[in-house]
């Protein structure tokens, strides 16, 4: 099988490259396991409505001229340009690489037991181990996902308890974010145990015990929402260590002509930011179509303003720009700023009004 452009994986970096190469004439591969699907709905809107939500069905993707191939490539020669994704050999002239992150949650005795729902497969069984009533469900993990996963599941009545080393939910993200997100799931119904260091997790006769230092906890479901981590694609000789992959400015691998890489695999070529880290779905599609249309030959710079948003129950938080570089935050006119060393703004949080996002990117000059 020949293909101009074959795309390894097709999340959402995937399919954003996939469309936009079809939109300039050049019809794509996209390779991966069934219909790409829309990945922040996974530990929201997806886990509340019980199924992932689909980015393109069959006809979609016909209508727009992506070829799609079911499945994992299991080798590839990325010199040559030779891909092999289980009976099917394809011969690609461009391998844009979009294998995005592992949800594998980390190696605690017993804890492999856990659902894992930032996947499709792992959504659908997770929903499927829900049903019958409510449930007495421990997430494990306090960051975006463990939270909107522990809110969500307790608005639909279940007993909710999220637990994390840190002593707060998204502790890892600046002032405000820990107290608005510890508000927002107490709002929710569901609890939060900080500081608890998770030991093992036993199932015995259908009951579950989630163990961590000085206590456990009872459960019926155990969800491990522990982060995730880049994924080394087929090919690329590199240690998981050393992802996220620096790529150039128009997101080509280093040291392979043919080859470029988007979304959550590497360090994202910002004009404004630099290179940056930033696992959110904005911009798995701005890299998505900046790959895109650097293959096709279209003049584009990877400029827009970095964009992430989290529903924790019946709380909105909506951020954009980049929090890493500012040294100090303040509420200003109601928007929370963030502002570097020159004093310039560098990021803005928008807390429970999303129509004020257009007078936050404003504020940044986007």
């Given at each position: 099988m020949k293909a101009e452009v074959a795309i390894v994986g097709n999340g959402v970096a995937g399919y954003a490259c996939a469309a936009r190469l079809a939109r300039h004439?050049?019809?794509?591969?996209l390779i991966g396991p069934g219909l790409p699907v829309d990945r922040p709905p996974l530990t929201k809107k997806g886990l509340a409505a019980g199924a992932p939500v689909l980015l393109a069905d069959e006809q979609r993707l016909e209508d727009l001229g992506v070829d799609r191939l079911e499945g994992f490539v299991d080798d590839a020669d990325l010199v040559s340009g030779r891909l092999v994704a289980g009976d099917a050999e394809i011969e690609a002239e461009t391998i844009v690489l979009?294998?995005?992150?592992?949800?594998?949650?980390?190696?605690?005795?017993?804890?492999?037991?856990?659902?894992?729902?930032a996947t499709p497969r792992g959504l659908i069984r997770l929903v499927e181990a829900l049903a019958g009533g409510p449930k007495q469900v421990v997430v494990v993990g306090a960051g975006l996902i463990g939270t909107e996963t522990a809110a969500t599941l307790a608005v639909a009545g279940h007993d909710v308890t999220a637990l994390d080393v840190l002593e707060r939910p998204l502790d890892r993200l600046h002032e405000p974010l820990p107290a608005l997100a510890a508000t927002a799931l107490a709002e929710a119904g569901a609890r939060f145990l900080g500081g608890a260091e998770l030991t093992e997790v036993v199932a015995e006769e259908g009951q579950v015990t989630v163990c961590y230092k000085d206590g456990s906890l009872a459960a019926d479901i155990v969800v491990a929402a522990t982060g995730g981590r880049p994924f080394v694609p087929p090919g690329l000789d590199v240690d998981a260590a050393e992802l996220p992959l620096a790529v150039d400015a128009d997101l080509r691998v280093p040291?392979?002509?043919r080859v470029y890489a988007v979304g959550d695999l590497i360090l994202a070529p910002h004009a404004r930011f630099g290179p940056i880290r930033f696992p959110h779905w904005d911009m798995a599609i701005a890299t998505g179509d900046?790959?895109?249309?650097?293959?096709?030959g279209v003049e584009?710079?990877?400029?827009?303003?970095?964009?992430?948003?989290?529903?924790?129950?019946?709380?909105t938080f909506a951020e954009v720009g980049w929090a890493e570089e500012a040294l100090e935050w303040g509420e200003e006119d109601g928007i929370n700023v963030g502002r570097d060393d020159a004093g310039d703004a560098v990021a803005a949080l928008v807390v429970d009004d999303p129509r004020r996002l257009r007078a936050a990117r404003a504020l940044l000059g986007g």
């Open positions: 004439g050049v019809r794509p591969l979009a294998t995005g992150l592992s949800y594998r949650p980390p190696r605690i005795p017993g804890l492999e037991i856990a659902h894992v729902n040291g392979f002509e900046r790959a895109a249309d650097a293959i096709a584009s710079e990877l400029d827009r303003l970095p964009y992430w948003w989290t529903d924790i129950g019946p709380r």
